[in-house]
């Protein structure tokens, strides 16, 4: 069953071996060859096209993210500019409301005053007048009882009144004229 | 068969006992034929070497048959160990463009010979197959043919020929001498080289390892016992070592390989 010491040569091949050998290897070979390598190549190309495009993915995500990022912070600036901008604004309009509501309480005190005077001074006018008439008629009524007779001449009469009055008010400037001089 | 031929194990020989240590030898790499199927007798060493391509064939159809692009664990190893020879070896000296097509041949080399060798400490089976020549020289020869013919179809008959003698005036007067030796060396030298540095690395492991596994059980008698624990833990010892030289020498055979295909496509300089 064994050969003989002195023919075993282990630096030469059995012929048997060298076939069985080459053979399995063939089959490994062929079989890596034809469906194992292109069946893992597939995948791995694959594989890297999903990450690399996971990537990129992720690289536009990241950039859209900055832009939106941008686009807020400019919206916030701007908002805030215009926050300063209608808050010095209303500051502004507030003041010019209230200078211009002082004005026209000015402006309608004034009137009121003007007003006030310009009824007194036709309430005067219209006192004097009907004090005129009145002082005239009982001057006249006690005249006529002092002397004990009617006035017929009407026209005598008035003026007698007129001449009476005018003196009255001669009288009356006079004394005006001395109490404005002693003011 | 002489005595000291069989292995201990199927002794109760042991020492003290008056008997000799059954050295393990040449002998030891020769199988009876299991059984006969086309007038090849099929040894140990043959069955193993099916039984691999089996395995290796059954793995990586486990891994690679249904690849998916997000990985299952058996998937995720089988790809470690292809993209190591593919990134590692092939790519580191061929280059991605021309390597390409040598991915399939050298992935499969690499991982035959691997599975090869580690039949040696495989239980039951604890041969590797690699270290009997046959084997070795068989995927020796396919590079070698390989190499040569892309040699020849790369470079035409005339550079063919300066590729193999390193062809170079500059030398001068020793140009023919240098032309010699350089077409020895790479025509004949280097496929013996390429598949004998596998078979004996493997051989000389194998006969270390059965050396120390008899002496283990040959020494396990009286006083002996201590000695045999010393042999028994050098047999882990080698064990764990061969584990580490059977990828390596997969490993350089493959990258052999690779530098042969390399310098069969390498321009003439």
């Known amino acids: 069953m064994l050969l003989a010491e002195e023919k075993l040569n282990p630096l030469v091949p059995p012929i048997p071996e060298l076939v069985i050998g080459t053979i399995a290897f063939g089959i490994v070979f062929v079989v890596f060859w034809k469906k194992l390598v292109p069946s893992i190549n597939k995948i791995l190309d694959e594989r890297r096209e999903a990450i690399e495009g996971g990537i990129e993915q992720a690289n536009d995500a990241k950039l859209e993210a900055q832009q939106t990022l941008d686009q807020y912070k400019a919206q916030l600036a701007e908002a805030r500019r215009e926050a300063a901008r209608m808050r010095s604004e209303a500051e502004q309009r507030g003041a010019d409301l209230i200078a211009e509501m002082r004005e026209e309480g000015q402006r309608q005190r004034e009137e009121i005053i003007a007003a006030g005077h310009a009824q007194i001074e036709a309430d005067r006018k219209q006192a004097a007048q009907q004090l005129r008439q009145d002082v005239g008629t009982l001057a006249t009524e006690l005249a006529g009882k002092l002397v004990g007779e009617s006035l017929e001449d009407h026209a005598r009469q008035s003026r007698t009144i007129d001449r009476f009055l005018d003196q009255l008010e001669e009288k009356a400037d006079a004394t005006a004229g001395t109490s404005g001089a002693a003011r | ?269």
């Open chain 2, 1 to 269: 068969m002489s005595a000291d031929q069989t292995l201990a194990f199927e002794t109760n020989c042991h020492i003290f006992d008056g008997c000799g240590f059954p050295a393990p030898g040449l002998h030891s790499f020769v199988f009876k034929p299991i059984f006969t199927v086309a007038g090849i007798e099929f040894n140990k060493a043959m069955l193993l070497a099916l039984l691999g391509s089996i395995a290796i064939i059954w793995f990586f159809w486990a891994a690679f048959g249904k690849a998916k692009v997000v990985p299952g664990k058996i998937q995720m190893i089988g790809e470690a160990g292809y993209d190591f020879i593919r990134r590692g070896v092939v790519y580191e000296t061929l280059g991605k463009k021309e390597g390409e097509k040598y991915v399939p041949l050298v992935v499969s080399l690499f991982f035959f010979i691997w599975v090869m060798n580690l039949w040696s400490v495989i239980p039951l089976a604890q041969f590797p197959v690699t270290s009997i020549i046959a084997f070795p020289a068989g995927l020796a020869l396919i590079v070698y043919v390989l190499w040569v013919s892309l040699t020849f179809k790369r470079h035409g008959l005339v550079g063919a020929f300066k590729n193999f003698t390193g062809y170079d005036k500059s030398l001068g007067p020793v140009l023919p001498l240098a032309m010699t030796i350089e077409l020895f060396s790479n025509l004949l030298v280097r496929p013996f080289t390429h598949a004998v540095r596998l078979f004996a690395n493997m051989f000389a492991g194998h006969l270390l390892i059965v050396m120390f596994t008899i002496a283990s059980w040959y020494l396990l008698n009286g006083i002996g016992i201590a000695y045999a624990s010393v042999s028994f833990l050098m047999t882990i010892v080698m064990v764990v070592f061969e584990l580490f030289i059977q990828a390596v020498q997969a490993y350089v055979f493959v990258l052999l390989t690779c530098f042969y295909i390399q310098g069969a496509l390498a321009e003439e300089h």
